[in-house]
């Protein structure tokens, strides 16, 4: 479904006002090849700042690759132009850390999942009766009641937004979804709520899946596969309970050793 070969993403740091020159790199993303398969969940794991957003955002053509391949499917998408990727993306959605900064706050629900659903079947703009009816369908998908459509994001709790959220991502119908640190901003109890929501979805649509996480534990419950990042690169790749029980490099060994620490003290 995805491959990614020796993908490389740096940022120059410059100096000077009025002439400027390079003086270093931050190589955020450093050399990452990765493949997954269809319908398989990937845990992309790792501290703050070890690249894995600025990784996520590549794939999704945010941010452009310094060097490497993406290709989903049998497209490559690094050699899209502007307006290619934006009728490709379609295909490959994003759900963010914090749901209430990534709706619309001036849009309803209708209006946010409408706009998505008919940006892949542009012809429902003109018969709302079918329209009403895929957004009553996704809405009961996600968890959510259909006569809150009319409703604003602020009218919901965290919880509820993040199923909105997830529900846009899947309005267009696409082939991957990428998640990013989509349960860290939500208590406990909603968190795995929001999990066993995206497992169903995973069955019920066969959804290939990065989730992205700083917490192995939660990325263990979810996740086929685990790729460990640190510095930009991946350090540890294997099937999740080969990665608990058997880690290989010391980073994944400091991150496991933290698990205990934080139940502790919760």
Do not use: W
């Not at 790792?46 to 060097?67: H, V, W």
């Not at 700083?214 to 099937?239: Q, T």
């Amino acid at each position: 479904m995805l491959e990614l070969k020796d993908v490389k993403t740096h940022f120059p740091i410059k100096k000077g006002l009025i002439f400027t020159k390079q003086v270093d790199t931050v190589k955020a993303v450093n050399g990452v090849t990765l493949s997954i398969a269809d319908g398989e969940i990937l845990g992309l794991v790792g501290e703050s700042g070890c690249g894995k957003s600025t990784l996520s955002r590549t794939i999704m053509q945010l941010i452009p690759a310094t060097e490497g391949e993406i290709t989903l499917e049998d497209i490559n998408l690094t050699s899209l132009r502007k307006n290619e990727v934006r009728k490709h993306r379609l295909d490959f959605q994003m759900i963010f850390q914090d749901p209430y900064a990534s709706l619309n706050p001036r849009m309803t629900v209708f209006s946010t999942l409408s706009e998505a659903i008919t940006q892949r079947h542009p012809k429902l703009r003109k018969n709302k009766t079918k329209l009403t009816e895929a957004v009553i369908t996704l809405m009961e998908r996600c968890g959510l009641d259909p006569s809150f459509m009319q409703k604003y994001p602020h009218e919901f709790s965290g919880g509820q937004r993040q199923r909105i959220a997830i529900a846009r991502a899947l309005a267009p119908e696409p082939k991957l979804i990428i998640a990013d640190e989509p349960v860290s901003a939500l208590d406990v109890s909603i968190q795995s709520q929001i999990l066993n929501l995206l497992l169903d979805l995973r069955r019920d649509l066969n959804l290939t899946m990065i989730f992205i996480s700083h917490d192995l534990s939660v990325v263990r419950y979810l996740a086929d596969n685990i790729a460990v990042m640190h510095k930009g690169e991946i350090v540890e790749y294997g099937d999740s309970e080969r990665v608990f029980n058997q880690p290989e490099h010391a980073y994944t060994k400091r991150l496991l050793e933290a698990i205990p620490h934080l139940l502790t003290e919760a």
